[in-house]
């Protein structure tokens, strides 16, 4: 069993969005976004995530406008993960968004988990301090507990960070 998804979207559906690159940088570039986003900037976003190259060749620019018009922004919107104006060829993000979003966090294409990375850093944090207390060398320059205050600051630092790059947390609620 997976992650419970809302019941308006499945979980088949969630898990066939996130296997294409494109719909996964979409729904990413959205979630950064304050404002509705056209289909050319995410074109451009996402070409140039691609090739690396900033500008994007005007080639895979334009493949990738046609992929987002034909097929990825539909689908999108159909499954109300995203508002697509044909029109203005705005796009933004809709109610199905956040339950996406959830599977992108605890199922990430790449790299670790957030979970993953603070069991990590919690480990690490666990063996330096044992080393230092040890006499370790090289780690025993410093104490244990100065380890153990670097890091838990890279964990508060790192889970801040997380909270404001959200825009949905507390911070940004209070500020808006």
């Known amino acids: 069993m997976g992650v419970v998804a809302d019941d308006s979207l499945p979980e088949a559906d969630i898990h066939d969005v996130l296997r294409n690159d494109r719909r996964r940088m979409v729904i990413e570039l959205l979630g950064d976004a304050d404002e509705p986003v056209t289909a050319r900037e995410l074109s451009e976003a996402i070409a140039a995530r691609e090739t690396g190259e900033d500008p994007p060749p005007r080639d895979v620019r334009q493949s990738v406008y046609i992929s987002l018009q034909q097929t990825h922004l539909p689908k999108l919107a159909e499954l109300g993960i995203v508002e697509y104006d044909e029109q203005t060829k705005e796009v933004r993000p809709a109610e199905n968004a956040p339950a996406v979003g959830v599977y992108m966090e605890v199922v990430p294409k790449y790299g670790l988990s957030y979970a993953e990375f603070c ?58």
């Open 119 to 176: 069991a990590a850093l919690g480990v690490l944090g666990v063996l330096l301090v044992a080393a230092a207390e040890l006499g370790v060398p090289v780690v025993r320059a410093a104490s244990a507990s100065a380890w153990a205050v670097a890091v838990f600051g890279v964990l508060v630092a790192s889970a801040a960070y997380r909270a404001y790059s959200r825009r949905s947390t507390l911070v940004h609620r209070l500020r808006d």
